[in-house]
């Protein structure tokens, strides 16, 4: 794609909007977190996947781990197609740029990685209550999928942020649209490495466009998240807030 710049130049000259390419990347990036929440919903309410297979909630967390994670590397790769197709900024083009991308998706990849390992495979998945087994205020609550973890996580990146899946995502794509060389996540630079290795090193607006879109969803999400779960009428509600798309449960203070 061509390279503008930045001086006597209108949104339409730095975002392509003609391009079908966008609107679908950005409505994956709206359909995600969406498709999730409606089904964690369905789970914790009514236990539809629990059900679905023989009452195995493990079953049914690892089954929603292979959708999740399979739709966030077709989410990756529909944003690197789209800025594919989308005009450079020439103002973006430095070397600071350069660093700037290359801290943004280091960091943003480092909150993502450290929180997998830190909640382990159902945690990650919407699959662990990240309280306690014996918390007073947790005893009969259960998550999504009821699968309680021996003690509360803490530890980094959770004391930095209480959503750090979120944020990292979102910095991953900043660094993305910064420099498309890199991908959102590490799997998709790995499973489509040929056709990232042909994009345009630099400076996308339509990929900050569209990481205000992740940002905003996300913000979204965890305002939903935090407050979906009614109160039960014998314990008080604790606090809860959502890790994203990739995520669990844990109880605020």
Not at 89 to 96: H, S
Not at 136 to 144: A, F, I, R, T
Not at 198 to 207: C, D, S, T, W
């Amino acid at each position: 794609m061509s390279t503008t710049l930045f001086a006597n130049s209108s949104v339409m000259d730095l975002v392509d909007f003609d391009q079908k390419s966008l609107l679908v990347a950005a409505g994956s990036i709206a359909f995600n977190p969406i498709f999730w929440n409606v089904v964690a919903r369905q789970e914790y309410h009514n236990k539809v996947l629990t059900k679905l297979f023989g009452g195995n909630s493990r079953y049914g967390c690892y089954f929603l781990a292979a959708v999740i994670f399979g739709i966030g590397i077709f989410r990756d790769f529909l944003y690197e197609q789209a800025l594919r197709q989308q005009p450079s900024l020439e103002a973006l083009q430095t070397d600071a740029v350069k660093l700037a991308a290359a801290a943004l998706f280091f960091c943003g990849n480092v909150l993502v990685l450290t929180s997998m390992w830190a909640l382990g495979f159902t945690g990650t998945y919407l699959g662990r209550d990240l309280r306690c087994a014996n918390d007073e205020d947790g005893v009969g609550k259960g998550d999504y999928f009821g699968i309680l973890m021996d003690h509360r996580v803490t530890s980094f990146p959770f004391n930095v942020t209480d959503a750090p899946m979120y944020y990292g995502s979102t910095l991953a794509f900043l660094g993305s649209a910064l420099c498309a060389k890199f991908s959102p996540h590490s799997r998709i630079t790995l499973v489509f490495a040929d056709q990232v290795a042909k994009l345009p090193r630099f400076a996308k607006p339509a990929g900050l466009l569209l990481t205000v879109e992740v940002f905003v969803i996300y913000k979204i999400a965890l305002m939903f998240e935090e407050y979906a779960i009614p109160p039960s009428p014998v314990v008080p509600a604790p606090n809860f807030s959502f890790m994203n798309r990739d995520r669990a449960w844990i109880n605020g203070d």
